[in-house]
């Protein structure tokens, strides 16, 4: 039961252009967000955060945007920079609960 | 500061084997979380220790998985016997204390690549 989803497996963007990311979740318990980046051979690296008592969280060039009555978030990155390219997972946590559950990762491939 | 250590980094054994990872979370984080990442998906909670206790092992395949902390601090993964479908990286994190409504950031190591032939 995949309660985090990321419909998108890749995407490819222009360098400088926005790169937009999807994330959709089932659990309405679910009230904080993360989206983590991670490069080949090495682990998860946190990027950005999210509670549900906000929609939108920015640093730098990242934003995550928040719409709880669709249960879906979004991670912006502009300007989009090669350096950028990674798979990047979106994961999810209640309040109450312990553990984060994780979509299934968005490759995304920033072109110079 | 140092990272969460983890090794081997690859591991390829054959079917009904065992074999056992390690993993060495940053100094003073109490909570150590072991991961499954099956090619393709996103890493699976398989258990969450604080200090030297289990706290989660609800997705661990307990007839054949197990993972201890003795001391709360390293901590191994054993599987015995593997299977085909345990071909996976095993991810390793760690984050300072669970506290009661609140969040902590996980630290991942870079994960042990296990193939299962």
């Known amino acids: 039961d995949q309660q985090v989803k990321q419909n998108s497996p890749s995407l490819s963007v222009q360098e400088g252009r926005i790169s937009i990311l999807n994330c959709d979740y089932t659990?309405?318990?679910?009230?904080?967000f993360l989206w983590y980046k991670k490069y080949p051979a090495e682990g998860p690296t946190f990027l950005i955060s999210?509670?549900?008592?906000?929609d939108k969280n920015e640093d730098g060039r990242f934003t995550v945007f928040l719409n709880k009555s669709a249960k879906h978030l979004s991670l912006h990155i502009v300007p989009s920079q090669p350096g950028d390219s990674a798979v990047y997972f979106c994961?999810?946590?209640?309040?109450?609960?312990?553990?984060?559950?994780f979509g299934t990762g968005t490759s995304l491939t920033v072109i110079p | 500061e140092a990272g969460v250590a983890q090794s081997p980094r690859y591991k390829i054994i054959e079917k009904r084997q065992s074999v056992a990872f390690w993993c060495n979370p940053i100094s003073g984080h109490a909570t150590l979380y072991w991961y499954q990442q099956i090619l393709g998906q996103g890493p699976k909670l398989l258990i969450q220790f604080q200090n030297n206790g289990v706290v989660d092992d609800s997705q661990l395949p307990k007839d054949r998985f197990s993972a201890e902390r003795l001391k709360g601090v390293d901590s191994t993964l054993k599987i015995q016997p593997a299977k085909l479908e345990d071909s996976a990286v095993y991810l390793c994190a760690s984050s300072l204390k669970i506290e009661r409504d609140s969040y902590n950031e996980q630290f991942f190591g870079p994960g042990t690549r296990l193939t299962v032939l």
């Open positions: 999210i509670s549900s008592i906000k």
């Open positions: 994961a999810a946590s209640s309040f109450t609960g312990n553990q984060f559950y």
């Open positions: 659990n309405s318990m679910f009230d904080y």
